[in-house]
């Protein structure tokens, strides 16, 4: 293989990588979109309805937003582009995977709400933190500040933790998902 030829074929593995991150981020950004929303709602709503009402809160919040990222995650299947399906399934089954740990955490370890949100929010930071490591560093920089944001509300705010969450971590996951679809538009 001559110098020419091994240049070509660097500019077309680039062109692949940046190609694929675009992907990555037009439906990573639509699932933080919906992650947001779900913490907004979900948090905002812990905060005002009876302690008695907040398991079936969440279990709505996050029933829903499931089956909304499952839909964006077969809508890419649809669309014919094999990098969208190849990076969709795996995505939301490692976030699936993620929420069911999290799940048997609570419930073998009969976690507080308190501290079930938190729990929740530390794996959400960790999850996005790896995903930056495979996707983009950008993403790895929301779960760091996720993580900073929870343990700072959770410690210094305790009354409002929920609240807190709701606005500055929903907000930040929105923002931050927009932000990712804008990105793939170039």
């Known amino acids: 293989m001559d110098a020419r030829n091994a240049q070509d074929d660097l500019k077309a593995i680039r062109r692949i990588m940046h ?3 675009r992907r990555a981020g037009e439906h990573g950004g639509w699932y933080m979109i919906i992650a947001g929303f779900m913490w907004l709602f979900g948090f905002i709503g812990q905060y005002f309805v009876p302690q008695d ?3 079936w809160l969440w279990l709505a919040v996050n029933g829903s937003g499931l089956l909304l990222m499952a839909w964006v995650t077969v809508q890419a299947g649809r669309s014919g582009s094999g990098v969208k399906n190849q990076l969709s399934y795996p995505i939301f089954v ?11 955490l609570i419930w073998l370890f009969d976690i507080s709400w308190d501290m079930v949100g938190l729990l ?3 794996t959400v930071a960790l999850g996005y933190v790896l995903m930056g ?3 983009d560093w950008f993403i790895s920089v929301i779960g760091c500040a996720i993580a900073v944001l929870s343990v700072g509300a959770f410690l210094l705010v305790p ?3 929920s609240l807190v ?22």
Do not use: K, P, Q
Request: avoid cysteine; glycine fraction near 16%.
């Open 120 to 122: 929740a929010l530390l």
């Open 165 to 186: 969450m709701g606005i500055l971590g929903g907000g930040l996951l929105i923002g931050s998902g927009l932000w990712l679809r804008r990105g793939t538009r170039s």
């Open 133 to 135: 490591i495979l996707y």
């Open 94 to 104: 490692f976030w699936l995977s993620l929420m069911i740990f999290d799940l048997l």
């Open 53 to 55: 009402w907040v398991g």
């Open 159 to 161: 009354s409002h933790f």
């Open 19 to 21: 190609h694929t991150r």
